[in-house]
């Protein structure tokens, strides 16, 4: 409880319990006074008891000891109070006398105890013991001068001796409650409670009051009894506020101070004199006590002390030495090399690690300096960073150094200080091999800048340096150019043939740039030229005589190349990247429009080609709410038997009566973001459709749909999977999603998860279209695919290229012994068929079985099958 509740709660509870019992008696009538009073003083006194009862059995060790004390004297106080009462034959003396037998004894024990815990300052004791002893004879002289011999029938030996005792213990709570930190609201309580209750008796005692001032004395002491008992409420339990021991001292010392106080009344008698000297030898044997506690505290604390120190100076020296040898072994046997040098470079000390990498023996290590083997560009920052040392704080530096056999390496080098009593007496430096590192970290960057097949600046590093102009505020011509006839050049050399042109194209245009120009590779056959000049027919004639039209040699065989080319320039054609780009695409295919190997630079008018796409993007926005995508099936069938395996389910777009081929919307609902919508649409429809069949008596094997990128990294992909599969209980082993081979290579760990959860829903996955996408074939191994699909420009060329028919044959041995499914796409003739089926691929799609159709028709095409 806080300090200011307590303030707040004390006088209310001693007030409050007070002002009840003055109320019952001014306001009792005066025949019922008695009764009235008599009750009261029973109820709150028994309440008081049952709390301090409770307290006596839900506390342990001292705390028990006090409150059963507490309880005892509550018990006496209740039997006096009936003893008056009904004139019980029960002497008054005796219970009051017990009872503030028991409240002091469980008073000095709450003090003794309290010494423990921070000691007593003997010099205040002995000064409030010389003014307590002088007030109490001065309380004497003047019973004795102003009744005479008349005082002894309202002063005896024992409520004298209270007083004494009473005034002890204002010092020592006082005392107490400024110094010690815990247990502060419990003693408090206790000393308002029985410094209450003995005030109260003493004077009933020597004034001997009687009608109200006798009934005020007694609710003055049950307040007290019940600010007592209640004490328990505030003692703060989880402080070690008492201690548990020496329990049989305190009630020793107790019960010898309260045996003492009657044995000076009797043996002593009641003169002035007797009575000083009864109270000079009672605050002497209090003393007495109090230094023999100390001294027993103080000799405890000073063997503890002795044996803890000890035990800390054998536990340190022998932590000491094994640091000394964890430190030896850190440094004889750490992988790194660590040597320790002095202020100019000296070797002082080398591990075993630091004078392999050296090629030395560390015996002849020490003593040379270890700017002899740095490399002269890097000495000079090196001694200035062992200089700078000396300031105490570590540094790193990165240095090229030269090995005994002439081998170059590059160390990072992680100084750290030696410090002896408060000096820097030398370095120790730990060394770590970067050079491999190094090696990697300008591959990464050459990778992440410039185009892996030709060399040339990828689009990030393109990107980058055309902003950075724009910022710069610098004007520039880009170009942009397409290759004309690339696409035939790989249907009839193959694709190995088109990487080959592409890196020796790459080359030329290296070789053909000037030191203000640059160029990079967009993908495919799409190339950037950026020139810082405005000259662009010295520009074209150049790339066109150097690049484009002298033939490449590849393969045995004179490959002509030309390209379309559209030009822009900043900032007449446009404010950003973006605009750039796109006008420059614009005037590129104006170019192809025109023919081939042309050139057209970016006029405004150019912009109206590109109102249908705008209409088709238009479009896109209310071709759900319209009705105006359908969803068409082709089936896939078992190539001997002709029978229907499964089917893919496919996206059709009727609007105001005319199909717009997948082909030129499916891009631009990819870029436009409606491909989520589109693809949502797509999986509902499929496990409603899937749903009808099994429902419907439909028993069709597999259901096929494409999942887009956007769909797979779908946060809620999976929650709105679920969702359906509770809506449509269909068998999650017949649905099949198709994943493009590019998503499928890249983000490997994005990918594994998300496949991870769509197999733990049980269904199946595909990679469409494989082999056209260029990448590694690591993830069939690591993803757990169920099938794959020959793309159908593979199955377009088995006829007339026989490097298809091999690399077919291949990805079919392949799935085989990965134990995956296969299905061929684009089928439209027998030897396309025959061929398939005789490298292993039974499971065919394509216009030789049926085209895609609307689904009622797919139906009446699956049930005349079956019959």
Same mark, same amino acid.
């Given at each position: 409880?806080?300090?200011?509740?307590?303030?707040?709660?004390?006088?209310?509870?001693?007030?409050?319990?007070?002002?009840?019992?003055?109320?019952?008696?001014?306001?009792?009538?005066?025949?019922?006074?008695?009764?009235?009073?008599?009750?009261?003083?029973?109820?709150?006194?028994?309440?008081?008891?049952?709390?301090?009862?409770?307290?006596?059995?839900? =506390?342990?060790?001292?705390?028990?000891?006090? =409150?059963?004390?507490?309880?005892?004297?509550?018990?006496?106080?209740?039997?006096?109070?009936?003893?008056?009462?009904?004139?019980?034959?029960?002497?008054?003396?005796?219970?009051?006398?017990?009872?503030?037998?028991?409240?002091?004894?469980?008073?000095?024990?709450?003090?003794?105890?309290?010494?423990?815990?921070?000691?007593?300052?003997?010099?205040?004791?002995?000064?409030?013991?010389?003014?307590?002893?002088?007030?109490?004879?001065?309380?004497?002289?003047?019973?004795?001068?102003?009744?005479?011999?008349?005082?002894?029938?309202?002063?005896?030996?024992?409520?004298?001796?209270?007083?004494?005792?009473?005034?002890?213990?204002?010092?020592?709570?006082?005392?107490?409650?400024?110094?010690?930190?815990?247990?502060?609201?419990?003693?408090?309580?206790?000393?308002?409670?029985?410094?209450?209750?003995?005030?109260?008796?003493?004077?009933?005692?020597?004034?001997?009051?009687?009608?109200?001032?006798?009934?005020?004395?007694?609710?003055?002491?049950?307040?007290?009894?019940?600010?007592?008992?209640?004490?328990?409420?505030?003692?703060?339990?989880?402080?070690?506020?008492?201690?548990?021991?020496?329990?049989?001292?305190?009630?020793?010392?107790?019960?010898?101070?309260?045996?003492?106080?009657?044995?000076?009344?009797?043996?002593?008698?009641?003169?002035?004199?007797?009575?000083?000297?009864?109270?000079?030898?009672?605050?002497?044997?209090?003393?007495?006590?109090?230094?023999?506690?100390?001294?027993?505290?103080?000799?405890?604390?000073?063997?503890?002390?002795?044996?803890?120190?000890?035990?800390?100076?054998?536990?340190?020296?022998?932590?000491?030495?094994?640091?000394?040898?964890?430190?030896?072994?850190?440094?004889?046997?750490?992988?790194?090399?660590?040597?320790?040098?002095?202020?100019?470079?000296?070797?002082?000390?080398?591990?075993?690690?630091?004078?392999?990498?050296?090629?030395?023996?560390?015996?002849?290590?020490?003593?040379?300096?270890?700017?002899?083997?740095?490399?002269?560009?890097?000495?000079?920052?090196?001694?200035?960073?062992?200089?700078?040392?000396?300031?105490?704080?570590?540094?790193?530096?990165?240095?090229?150094?030269?090995?005994?056999?002439?081998?170059?390496?590059?160390?990072?080098?992680?100084?750290?200080?030696?410090?002896?009593?408060?000096?820097?007496?030398?370095?120790?430096?730990?060394?770590?091999?970067?050079?491999?590192?190094?090696?990697?970290?300008?591959?990464?960057?050459?990778?992440?800048?410039?185009?892996?097949?030709?060399?040339?600046?990828?689009?990030?590093?393109?990107?980058?340096?055309?902003?950075?102009?724009?910022?710069?505020?610098?004007?520039?011509?880009?170009?942009?150019?397409?290759?004309?006839?690339?696409?035939?050049?790989?249907?009839?050399?193959?694709?190995?043939?088109?990487?080959?042109?592409?890196?020796?194209?790459?080359?030329?245009?290296?070789?053909?740039?000037?030191?203000?120009?640059?160029?990079?590779?967009?993908?495919?056959?799409?190339?950037?030229?950026?020139?810082?000049?405005?000259?662009?027919?010295?520009?074209?004639?150049?790339?066109?005589?150097?690049?484009?039209?002298?033939?490449?040699?590849?393969?045995?065989?004179?490959?002509?190349?030309?390209?379309?080319?559209?030009?822009?320039?900043?900032?007449?054609?446009?404010?950003?990247?973006? =605009?750039?780009?796109?006008?420059?695409?614009?005037?590129?295919?104006?170019?192809?429009?025109?023919?081939?190997?042309?050139?057209?630079?970016?006029?405004?008018?150019?912009?109206?080609?590109?109102?249908?796409?705008?209409?088709?993007?238009?479009?896109?926005?209310?071709?759900?709410?319209?009705?105006?995508?359908?969803?068409?099936?082709?089936?896939?069938?078992?190539?001997?038997?002709?029978?229907?395996?499964?089917?893919?389910?496919?996206?059709?777009?009727?609007?105001?009566?005319?199909?717009?081929?997948?082909?030129?919307?499916?891009?631009?609902?990819?870029?436009?973001?409606?491909?989520?919508?589109?693809?949502?649409?797509?999986?509902?429809?499929?496990?409603?459709?899937?749903?009808?069949?099994?429902?419907?008596?439909?028993?069709?094997?597999?259901?096929?749909?494409?999942?887009?990128?956007?769909?797979?990294?779908?946060? =809620?992909?999976?929650?709105?999977?679920?969702?359906?599969?509770?809506?449509?209980?269909?068998?999650?082993?017949?649905?099949?999603?198709?994943?493009?081979?590019?998503?499928?290579?890249?983000?490997?760990?994005?990918?594994?998860?998300?496949?991870?959860?769509?197999?733990?829903?049980?269904?199946?996955?595909?990679?469409?279209?494989?082999?056209?996408?260029?990448?590694?074939?690591?993830?069939?191994?690591?993803?757990?695919?169920?099938?794959?699909?020959?793309?159908?420009?593979?199955?377009?060329?088995?006829?007339?290229?026989?490097?298809?028919?091999?690399?077919?044959?291949?990805?079919?041995?392949?799935?085989?012994?990965?134990?995956?499914?296969?299905?061929?796409?684009?089928?439209?003739?027998?030897?396309?068929?025959?061929?398939?089926?005789?490298?292993?691929?039974?499971?065919?799609?394509?216009?030789?079985?049926?085209?895609?159709?609307?689904?009622?028709?797919?139906?009446?095409?699956?049930?005349?099958?079956?019959?």
């Amino acid at each position: 409880m806080s300090s200011h509740s307590l303030r707040q709660s004390v006088p209310a509870l001693l007030v409050g319990t007070f002002f009840l019992g003055l109320l019952l008696i001014v306001f009792s009538p005066y025949a019922l006074r008695e009764t009235s009073l008599f009750v009261y003083l029973i109820v709150v006194t028994c309440i008081a008891t049952l709390f301090s009862g409770y307290a006596a059995v839900t =506390h342990r060790g001292m705390r028990r000891y006090i =409150h059963t004390l507490i309880t005892a004297g509550n018990v006496c106080f209740i039997t006096y109070v009936t003893a008056l009462r009904y004139e019980v034959p029960v002497s008054s003396d005796l219970m009051l006398f017990s009872q503030n037998f028991f409240y002091l004894i469980m008073a000095l024990i709450v003090i003794t105890q309290s010494i423990e815990i921070r000691t007593l300052k003997l010099r205040t004791f002995d000064v409030f013991a010389l003014f307590s002893f002088l007030f109490v004879g001065a309380l004497h002289l003047y019973f004795y001068v102003s009744q005479g011999d008349v005082y002894r029938d309202y002063l005896n030996g024992f409520e004298e001796q209270m007083v004494l005792v009473s005034l002890y213990m204002v010092l020592a709570f006082l005392y107490l409650n400024r110094i010690v930190t815990s247990g502060q609201s419990f003693r408090i309580l206790l000393l308002i409670g029985i410094l209450g209750f003995t005030v109260a008796s003493i004077v009933n005692q020597v004034v001997a009051f009687g009608g109200i001032g006798h009934d005020l004395v007694h609710v003055l002491q049950v307040s007290s009894i019940f600010l007592i008992s209640l004490s328990f409420l505030f003692d703060e339990t989880d402080e070690d506020v008492l201690i548990h021991d020496s329990v049989f001292d305190y009630i020793i010392y107790s019960t010898v101070v309260m045996l003492f106080m009657l044995a000076s009344d009797r043996l002593l008698g009641t003169s002035v004199l007797d009575s000083m000297i009864a109270n000079a030898v009672l605050l002497l044997l209090i003393r007495q006590f109090v230094v023999a506690k100390q001294n027993a505290l103080i000799s405890h604390r000073l063997h503890t002390v002795n044996t803890d120190l000890e035990t800390a100076v054998t536990t340190k020296a022998h932590e000491l030495e094994i640091r000394e040898q964890q430190y030896r072994s850190l440094f004889a046997y750490h992988a790194e090399p660590i040597f320790l040098f002095d202020l100019d470079g000296e070797v002082l000390s080398v591990n075993e690690a630091g004078s392999s990498v050296l090629g030395h023996t560390a015996e002849t290590l020490i003593g040379t300096n270890i700017l002899d083997v740095i490399e002269p560009k890097d000495r000079g920052a090196y001694a200035t960073a062992l200089h700078d040392l000396t300031s105490g704080r570590p540094e790193t530096l990165e240095v090229n150094i030269v090995t005994d056999d002439g081998t170059k390496r590059v160390w990072q080098l992680m100084n750290i200080p030696m410090i002896i009593n408060g000096d820097v007496e030398g370095i120790y430096a730990i060394v770590k091999d970067i050079t491999q590192m190094i090696v990697q970290q300008e591959q990464i960057l050459y990778q992440a800048n410039h185009d892996s097949l030709t060399g040339l600046h990828n689009r990030y590093a393109l990107q980058e340096q055309i902003e950075q102009l724009i910022e710069d505020g610098r004007p520039f011509t880009l170009m942009f150019s397409d290759l004309d006839g690339f696409k035939e050049i790989n249907d009839q050399f193959g694709h190995h043939m088109g990487d080959q042109l592409l890196q020796h194209i790459g080359k030329r245009l290296r070789l053909a740039l000037l030191p203000n120009e640059y160029a990079g590779r967009l993908g495919g056959d799409e190339f950037i030229v950026v020139a810082e000049h405005d000259d662009n027919e010295m520009l074209i004639e150049r790339l066109r005589r150097l690049v484009y039209s002298p033939p490449y040699y590849l393969g045995g065989t004179l490959v002509e190349i030309h390209a379309s080319i559209g030009i822009v320039r900043y900032p007449e054609h446009g404010a950003t990247l973006k =605009h750039l780009l796109s006008n420059a695409d614009l005037a590129m295919y104006k170019a192809k429009e025109k023919g081939r190997d042309e050139t057209v630079l970016f006029a405004p008018e150019l912009r109206e080609d590109k109102e249908e796409r705008k209409l088709l993007m238009e479009g896109l926005d209310t071709a759900l709410e319209k009705g105006e995508i359908s969803l068409y099936l082709q089936p896939q069938v078992d190539a001997a038997s002709k029978r229907i395996i499964g089917a893919e389910a496919l996206m059709r777009w009727q609007r105001d009566g005319v199909f717009i081929p997948p082909s030129e919307f499916i891009p631009i609902a990819e870029e436009t973001g409606h491909i989520q919508d589109l693809g949502r649409w797509m999986i509902h429809e499929t496990f409603q459709l899937m749903y009808a069949f099994e429902q419907g008596d439909i028993d069709l094997p597999k259901l096929s749909v494409n999942l887009s990128v956007r769909q797979l990294f779908d946060e =809620h992909l999976i929650d709105y999977l679920t969702t359906l599969f509770n809506r449509f209980p269909i068998e999650p082993g017949r649905l099949n999603f198709e994943l493009t081979e590019t998503v499928a290579a890249h983000h490997s760990e994005r990918v594994l998860n998300r496949i991870l959860e769509l197999k733990a829903l049980g269904i199946k996955l595909s990679i469409d279209d494989f082999g056209t996408g260029y990448s590694s074939l690591a993830y069939l191994v690591r993803y757990p695919i169920d099938e794959l699909k020959i793309p159908r420009e593979f199955t377009m060329q088995l006829e007339e290229n026989r490097e298809y028919q091999t690399v077919t044959a291949t990805i079919v041995a392949m799935a085989r012994q990965l134990g995956m499914a296969l299905v061929a796409e684009g089928v439209e003739t027998e030897y396309q068929e025959t061929f398939l089926r005789r490298i292993g691929c039974d499971s065919m799609q394509g216009y030789r079985y049926a085209k895609p159709m609307p689904l009622d028709e797919f139906v009446i095409f699956y049930m005349k099958q079956r019959q």
